[in-house]
């Protein structure tokens, strides 16, 4: 890393857990594990205990995110994505999970790497109420104006059928 790290005090709420660590240096997000074994049924979702609680700076959030491998691999996703920890937040760090893979279970072992966590700058806002809007480009334009998205192909195989 060529730029200083943020400081962020952190503190244990089970003693054994591995503290939130990157996996390569310049990783974006620090692993978060699971203090807690479960097992979900396809559908199914629980909010599970991370082990560390944290302090951010004024003027930072963290993100926790899912893993992309436990995604494709097993369907495992968060609810929430990206879940928000506030900087003022002192309560223990949770992970929302659900297994959307339509047949398997999935099990999590004590301390398995579960989510990861982005630590990031946020910007305080003003919100000026005004009645008209500056114009742009785009204007209202959204939710698949500019065409061409992936699900398309499926409606356009179901009319070859
Ligand atoms: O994935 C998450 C999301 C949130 N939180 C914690 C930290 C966050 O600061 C707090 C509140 O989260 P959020 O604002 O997303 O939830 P809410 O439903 O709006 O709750 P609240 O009314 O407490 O703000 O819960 C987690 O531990 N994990
Ligand atoms: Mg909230």
């Not at 952190?10 to 074994?37: F, K, N, S, W, Y």
């Not at 928000?84 to 999935?106: C, F, M, Q, S, W």
């Amino acid at each position: 890393m060529d730029h200083a790290p943020v400081d962020v005090l952190i503190r244990r709420t089970d003693p054994d857990v591995p503290l939130p660590a990157r996996a390569h240096p310049g990783d974006a997000g620090c692993d978060l594990v699971t203090t807690e074994a479960a097992e979900l049924e396809p559908g199914e979702r629980a909010v599970l205990p991370t082990g560390v609680s944290i302090a951010l700076p004024d003027g930072y959030a963290a993100f926790v995110h899912p893993r992309s491998g436990l995604a494709a691999r097993c369907g495992v996703a968060l609810v929430n994505a990206p879940g928000t920890v506030d900087a003022g937040y002192r309560g223990e760090i949770k992970v929302i999970v659900v297994n959307l893979d339509p047949r398997k279970n999935v099990r999590f072992e004590r301390f398995d790497r579960i989510a990861q966590l982005v630590v990031q700058r946020v910007e305080a806002v003003r919100f000026h109420e005004v009645a008209q809007l500056p114009g742009s480009a785009r204007d209202a334009g959204g939710f698949g104006s500019t065409g061409g998205h992936a699900g398309e192909h499926n409606s356009y195989a179901l009319k070859g059928q």
